[in-house]
């Protein structure tokens, strides 16, 4: 089965300073994807990024990036300026790919991540 | 698109009684995925389906949870009877059929279960 480790239960950074938060995760799939997601006060699960294992090339959208390493089975979320938005809790998930079994698949998350931006 | 639409949002019952939450898929999706998220556990998959049909229900916790999808647009989740320990948020998502895009699972607001 697979699993996904997220060792930091707090993080804490100041106000438009970068904060990274870490992932590892455990599968022996070769076809799957990795993602980030926000979960504010309000519940809501927010997608941030996503990365196919497939892909040597980190992915990014905006203020967020990833350092992905396969071999190392790791998928780490880089926050560059952060900003008081950005507080929330940040949860890494696994899905295996539609090659590996067909179809979609659920996720596996991590315990997740409480981000506190200090302003 | 509304996005995913769960109902009720909150819910309050007395142990033993009988609780059924709702979801409303994106239109156009065709898998429908419930999740329960709590303090011990985390996010855990409880069961999903592809065009109302479920593939993988090894998630629910035991015979007292049930979920059905009796058509593209509406699936409930069941709890026969309610015991405190299924005090939780339970999300459904919902998504595309993978193809040469990712499919990415959009989620609703969750319903916030309290068993008393």
């Known amino acids: 089965a697979q699993t996904v480790t997220q060792s930091q239960p ?13 992932c590892t995760y455990d599968t022996s799939e070769s076809d799957y994807y990795l993602f980030w997601y926000k979960q504010p006060p309000s519940r809501q699960m927010i997608l941030v990024i996503r990365q196919e294992a497939y892909k ?10 990833v350092n992905f390493q396969k071999a190392a089975k790791s998928f780490s979320l880089k926050i560059s300026d952060s900003q008081l938005g950005d507080a929330a809790m940040y949860f890494c998930a696994y899905r295996r790919g539609s090659n590996s079994g067909g179809g979609a698949d659920g996720l ?3 315990k997740g991540t409480h981000l506190i931006i200090q302003p | 698109d509304a996005g995913v639409i ?12 009988e609780v059924t939450l709702r979801c409303k898929p994106i239109s156009g999706h065709d898998y429908l995925f419930w999740y329960r998220q709590t303090m011990m556990r985390g996010l855990e998959l409880l ?7 479920p593939i993988d229900d090894s998630g ?34 919902s998504s595309a059929t993978p193809g040469l ?6 989620f ?9």
């Open chain 1, 56 to 65: 040597q090339q980190n992915a990014t959208e905006n203020r967020f990036s």
């Open chain 1, 10 to 22: 707090e993080m804490s950074v100041q106000e438009a300073e970068t904060v990274t938060l870490s």
């Open chain 2, 101 to 106: 895009v990712i499919d990415e699972q959009f």
């Open chain 2, 60 to 93: 629910m916790p035991e015979d007292r949870f049930s979920a059905k999808m009796p058509n593209a647009s509406f699936s409930t989740l069941k709890i026969q009877p309610s015991e405190p320990r299924d005090s939780a948020v339970y999300f459904c998502a």
């Open chain 2, 6 to 17: 769960q109902s009720p949002r909150h819910e309050v019952t007395e142990m033993g009684q």
């Open chain 1, 108 to 110: 596996t998350f991590g």
């Open chain 2, 47 to 53: 069961i999903y389906f592809n065009n109302n049909v």
């Open chain 2, 108 to 116: 609703g607001p969750g319903t916030r279960l309290t068993v008393l």
